[in-house]
């Protein structure tokens, strides 16, 4: 049955009613100060005003704030510390009702109502289905003019109704009412989207699973091939945890009389024949199961469901007389997910993939379908005390609060990838951190290699990671379907995303706590930096991660990608290989970033930490989701650095249960060259029912050179066959491993003697630009004896090196190395100023 109290439990957790001190009301108008910077601007044509939650705003009750009302020449004057509100009590009109954002230094730092912004950041949008490319946003709350308004007066109004089985339903606003909020936070970016989140509500906690690989295809599977396939990732030690069926996994090819197969809740048996095996199947390997459903065409006269939901609804099932599909009606959906959806989840569908497609009417005026849909099945699939998840499209402002996005069918092409990491980033500005996307792409467009390479890689430094594509058999994104060096990125880069699950589950609680989306734009952290607004695809990733994705095809003479980049003030390392960035200390520095088709740029700063697990040891099952008894630990010189790690049973709904395993890195002596270094992982606090008891620790120090490490556990030394430290040159890293360290005890990892950041190792990193450069050998010669005898002043001399144009394929090209190739080494020398 639907459990109303989880209907109810969320209309309880929302607070709609503000202090009552914070109101100043006229006739027809109200205006609501809920913090020096956010307002809400409402006008009723009947004068009375209720407050009650919407589809977007919960909350209103924020902490009290001073402010002064005056009146000055019959205008009403509303003054915070940080805005100023000019209202002629009348009609709102842009020459009667402003506001003024004070501490933003611009000419366009006023509001008139009606008149847009146009310096918006922008938000997201509905979906990209059949998109190649860029596609015009909706708003979002931040702007650089410092103000942007938010109105909700088409919203519908969640009440409270005993007489449905829900317990609360929607209806629409009085005609003429307009709700507005008006955000004034200036360049403040992180603190309007907290705010933000306290209005509308927090993001949820997603599930553990959630964050790993998800397998998704638009293709006729039956079971033996799906198990097969599952088996062969296995094989190829690949991890997926989330395994998503597509709309053939139901009857598809009925009768003409019923319709169309669009819609259906049925299993396809000739597929299928045994449903609940073939999850038991997915279940016993570690996958979570989705199935797709477009529920638009109802129940009909086919469908198992369709006796006992056709008697509940008081249709004679001999007529055979179809179920409309009817969002408006408590009693249908009650049956919809009682009669429908239950034996299907009691089989073991884990949750529902949502393929809304369908347009916006419903028979209440005003209410989109898909928001309904979003809201209802989010809620309901809390039912099993499991963590509440749905799979589906964006549904305007306050969206974020029923996880999971899916951001539709995009074309495979390099269009699509360059515009998806911006699209991404940009989400965050209205509140929506979890998109999963099409990685590879789904429909049309071209065979590219070195873009679903590319494609893989943004996949694993995004929210959700989702391979899909469509039944084409050219279009399978299977990694062994693709060759050499690309299949091998591939597989690495999925068993990445693996690995960095406890560093994603901690942002998955940053996320829901904290208020801060995993992937936040540049701006966000360097608002007053120019520069950050210049490098729209580039994004932080977490606390202590920086993503720049190649989206344009690999240099045929270098076999590298580029991309232009911009490192904010400070110290950075490549995450990969420890090679050290330094940037200016204002203003940032930008230069061009170029990598092999088997790396990606991604960046940590001086002082970062970054929890994984290791998957190499194979005591855990590939595809697990529980809390890994083998850590690692990356960890990146030149500052301190703190991260909480934070673990629970990664599934629970109501009462979360934490435990926190705080690792602290001291750099001593505050020199970035050199340091008195150690790293404590502190004993895990909180409620470690969920930890093993037990974990194997090791510990990667990137971008030093080799020292000995000094050991202890709770401030005793630990026995040296416990111990196995080696230094990898290639990526500069001290590896230090403990064997069966208590997670009630203390490790700390520090050095005999002070640690040094690794030599930049400039020549090395040269050779292989040149040694895999497709160009004339004499060329290579030329530049790498130049490159020998002058070291980092080289620069200048590579520019000069000529080349025979009878050699060239273009004989027009200038002659001197290749730009790409010239390109490359620029970075390698350029690494520190």
């Known amino acids: 049955m639907v459990d109303a109290q989880l209907f109810s439990l969320a209309a309880q957790h929302s607070r709609p009613e503000p202090s009552s001190d914070s109101i100043v009301q006229g006739d027809h108008w109200r205006i609501t100060v809920l913090t020096s910077r956010l307002l809400r601007i409402e006008w009723n044509p009947s004068g009375v005003f209720r407050d009650r939650p919407t589809q977007v705003v919960m909350n209103r009750d924020f902490s009290d704030v001073q402010f002064q009302v005056e009146d000055q020449d019959g205008y009403l004057n509303i003054e915070t510390a940080n805005l100023h509100l000019v209202y002629n009590r009348q009609q709102f009109t842009s020459g009667g009702l402003s506001v003024t954002v004070k501490d933003v230094d611009s000419s366009d730092n006023s509001w008139y109502y009606g008149v847009p912004s146009t310096q918006n950041l922008k938000g997201t949008v509905r979906t990209l289905d059949g998109a190649d490319g860029a ?36 209806k629409p606003r009085q005609d003429g009412v307009i709700d507005l909020y008006f955000f004034g936070y200036g360049h403040r970016y992180k603190d309007a989207i907290q705010d933000y989140y306290k209005l509308t509500g927090s993001t949820p906690l997603l599930p553990r699973f959630a964050l790993g690989n998800w397998w998704s295809r638009y293709h006729r599977y039956d079971e033996k091939e799906y198990e097969g396939l599952v088996q062969r990732f296995e094989k190829e030690e690949i991890p997926i945890t989330t395994a998503v069926i597509d709309m053939d996994w139901h009857l598809v090819n009925i009768d003409h009389q019923y319709g169309s197969g669009w819609t259906g809740f049925t299993w396809n048996r000739e597929l299928f024949p045994k449903p609940k095996s073939f999850l038991d199947f997915l279940h016993a390997h570690g996958l979570k199961a989705t199935l797709n459903v477009h529920p638009r065409d109802g129940i009909r006269a086919y469908e198992d469901a369709y006796k006992s939901v056709a008697e509940y609804m008081g249709i004679d099932p001999l007529s055979k007389k179809s179920v409309d599909f009817d969002l408006t009606n408590p009693k249908f959906m009650e049956a919809y997910f009682d009669l429908v959806y239950r034996p299907l989840e009691e089989e073991g569908v884990d949750f529902w993939w949502l393929d809304w497609q369908q347009g916006g009417i419903t028979r209440m005026a005003g209410l989109d379908p898909l928001w309904m849909l979003n809201y209802l099945h989010y809620l309901d699939s809390a039912h099993t005390g499991q963590r509440a998840l749905t ?29 998806q990491p911006y699209f991404t980033a940009t989400a965050s500005n209205i509140g929506y951190g979890w998109w999963s996307h099409d990685i590879g792409g789904h429909i049309f467009g071209y065979r590219d290699e070195d873009l679903e390479a590319r494609w893989y890689q943004l996949g694993v430094f995004s929210p959700i990671l989702r391979l899909h594509s469509s039944d084409s058999p050219f279009n399978g994104k299977e990694p062994w379907n693709f060759h050499g060096e690309v299949r091998e990125s591939m597989s690495y880069f999925l068993r990445l995303r693996q690995r960095l699950l406890p ?45 720049v994705p190649i989206t344009k095809p690999t240099d045929k003479h270098a076999h590298r990608g580029e991309v232009d980049a911009w490192l904010p003030q400070g110290e950075w390392f490549d995450f990969f290989d420890g090679r050290h960035y330094q940037s200016l200390p204002e203003a940032g520095r930008r230069m061009q970033i170029w990598r092999d088709i088997l790396h990606m740029p991604v960046f940590a700063k001086a002082g970062a930490i970054v929890p994984m697990q290791n998957i190499d040891s194979h005591e855990e099952r590939i595809n697990s989701t529980e809390n890994p008894k083998n850590m690692d630990v990356v960890v990146f010189p030149g500052a ?49 029912d969920s930890l093993p008891a037990r974990r194997n620790w090791r510990i990667l120090f990137r971008g030093v050179e080799d020292c000995d490490a000094v050991v202890t556990l709770d401030g005793n030394p630990i026995d040296a066959d416990k111990i196995e430290q080696g230094y990898d040159a290639e990526t500069m890293t001290i590896s230090i491993a403990i064997k069966d360290c208590p997670t009630s005890s203390t490790l700390t990892i520090g050095f005999a003697n002070v640690v040094q950041l690794a030599n930049d190792p400039t020549v090395h990193d040269a050779y292989e630009v040149l040694n895999r450069s497709e160009m004339l050998y004499r060329s290579k010669d030329e530049a790498y004896e130049l490159i020998r005898q002058q070291g980092r002043d080289v620069i200048a001399s590579l520019g000069t090196i000529e080349r025979d144009a009878k050699y060239c394929n273009n004989p027009d090209e200038v002659s001197h190395l290749p730009h790409a190739v010239l390109g490359a080494l620029i970075e390698v020398f350029s690494r520190n100023l």
Request: hydrophobic share 35%; net charge negative; with cysteine.
């Open 640 to 688: 301190d650095g703190h991260f909480s790690l934070w673990e629970d049973d990664g599934a629970t709904q109501d009462r979360v249960q934490w435990a926190k395993t705080d690792m602290v890195l001291h750099w001593g002596k505050e020199n970035r060259v050199s340091g008195d270094c150690s790293i404590t992982i502190d004993a895990a606090d909180g409620h470690t």
């Open 503 to 547: 560093y994603l589950y901690s942002m998955n609680r940053r996320a829901a706590y904290d208020n801060l989306p995993l992937v936040e734009p540049m701006y966000w952290n360097y608002p007053e930096q120019g520069q950050a607004y210049q490098v729209p695809n580039e994004s932080m990733f977490g606390s202590e991660l920086l993503v």
């Open 135 to 170: 596609v015009e946003l909706d708003e979002g709350i931040l702007s650089r003019n410092g103000w942007s308004v938010l109105d909700d007066s088409g919203s519908m109004v969640l009440t409270e109704d005993s007489k449905n089985p829900f317990g609360t339903w929607v």
């Open 391 to 419: 799979f589906s499209r964006y549904a305007g402002p306050g969206s974020h609060r029923y996880p999971i996005g899916f951001s539709g069918d995009t074309l495979v092409t390099w269009e699509s990838l360059r515009f």
